[in-house]
């Protein structure tokens, strides 16, 4: 009886010929750098470590959770991550396995991201040998996993650690259709291809976010060990971005679906949505560090450390004035100058449409620069609510300016672009967020904004570093969406 194939194994494929013009995506690369360049005396005192502590206590939590190795509720995550991992601090209802089960599990990976560091600072070159090492560390405190018998039935086996798969571990789905990973002959040469071409990539210079997609998705492709190839993939990957001072890449349960779809897409031969993924990941970390800082900085109790802490910040302030920074800020009144003049258009447009159905309906185009002292911090309470939702601290003290769609029917609805520092601290990167919410007349014949909706996942970003033409074309793509967004938002309020 034949099985249809949803997916049939190849030979893992290299980059394609053209990835410097398909796959990379310069933006990241230069937020990233701006990020390196100016975060380095954070990055050398304790309150970062003790970020990135943090963050390393996730991606252990996370990396499991996602292959549902375990369960673990919303605040039992928020608590191991914040305060350790410690099976103490969790009830019984906080996860499916005993508080002690659950916290050997996770300590194993928490092990294997630490390993990565030292991995590094040994200099060690990338090979199956380390690679069954992570396999090993992974999976310390696993003892089975459940496979399938010749006839089909799922059974518990014993987990051989460190060890290249004997028996086929393709994934058979409800439909009746298989997919099929390399087969157990096959998968010593395959690991080998993988690192040679791995180390090709790195003589051509591929960029961090294309080279961890392309090796997390050829291991996975190969599948070589009988479980636990997903958390392997993501130590992988999360290698590359160490290697290059990126963030380790934390994909979380809320990301699942996107990073599903996105291996599926790379199975067709389109990696770009792995790479959007882990770019939009990379922005994320990047802006919770820079935001994050202070909270961290509060839990700094050393003598020491507050004082290179506030040495630091006057050294900051004084960089404020240099040419990196004032290029980032001209760039920025360039493209809230773009938007002004987009917005007067689409504003033109839509008082044609209205103004004819009722009194005193129409639409308009305003705006403040970051000159205009007198308006530049109007809005600040939906700009900052905006940011808490997705999840940053928008500097309002460092950059403030706006421009905005109004349009009045039955009631007034705004359309906002803020833009903005991004973080605690002037690293030189600026953001733009775009904003929808009505407003409604209090008590008091004050108008007062409703409930504020972000209108995209995450603020448009860019750096001094990014080529402003770029920058510009890039930004007019996103504004234009932003803006169907927001009309749409207005259309079902109407």
Known sequence: MSVEHSHKWEPIEDLPADWSRSLAKPQTTSLVTAWIEHAAELREQNLYKNFLAKLQRQWAIETGAIEDLYTLSEAGTLT?????????????????????????????????????????????????????????????????????????????????????????????????????????????????????????????????????????????????????????????????????????????RTDRKAYIDALRAADKRDLSPLIDLFDRL??????????????????????????????????????????????????????????????????????????????????????????????????????????????YFANLRRYQAWAALGIVTEQRTEILFSFHGIGHEDYGILGCSAIAYTKEKTDSGQSMARAINPLTDEPFEFSYSEDEAAVQARFRRWLEYALVEGLDYWQKSI
Request: aromatic share 8%; charged share 20%; with cysteine.
């Open 80 to 252: 191991l991550i914040g305060k350790g991992l410690d099976a103490s601090l969790l009830s019984h209802d906080d996860t499916n396995l005993s508080p002690d089960e659950l916290i050997l599990k996770i300590k194993d990976q928490h092990q294997a991201i630490q390993g990565l560091y030292q991995f590094i600072s040994g200099q060690r070159p990338l090979g199956t040998s380390y690679i069954k090492e992570l396999h090993h560390v992974l999976t310390a405190h696993q003892d089975t996993y459940i496979g399938r018998d010749t006839l089909g039935n799922l059974v518990m086996r014993d987990l051989p650690r460190g060890e290249w798969k004997l028996l086929p571990n393709n994934v058979e789905h409800p439909d009746g259709t298989r997919f099929e990973y390399c087969p157990p002959d096959h998968v010593a040469q395959e690991m080998e291809n993988l690192i040679r071409m791995h180390e090709h990539h790195q003589l051509l210079a591929v960029p961090p976010d294309v080279e961890a997609a392309w090796l997390h998705h050829r291991f996975s492709q190969i599948h070589p060990f009988t479980d636990g190839n997903g958390r392997v993939a993501r130590c992988l990957a999360t290698l590359v971005l160490l290697k290059a001072y990126w963030l380790p890449l934390v994909i979380t």
């Open 282 to 391: 990379q922005r994320k970390a990047i802006r919770e560090a820079m935001s994050l800082s202070e909270d961290v900085r509060h839990e700094a109790t050393e003598i020491k450390s507050i004082l290179a802490s506030v040495k630091a910040r006057y050294e900051r302030q004084k960089a404020t004035q240099n040419q990196q920074i004032q290029k980032s800020y001209a760039l920025c009144d360039s493209l809230q100058f773009s938007a002004a003049e987009y917005i007067t258009q689409i504003a033109g447009e839509v008082n044609t449409t209205i103004e004819s159905e009722g009194q005193g309906f129409n639409a308009f185009m305003y705006q403040a620069t970051r000159f205009d002292k007198n308006r530049s911090h109007y809005h600040s309470f939906q700009i900052v609510e905006c940011a808490k939702q997705l999840g």
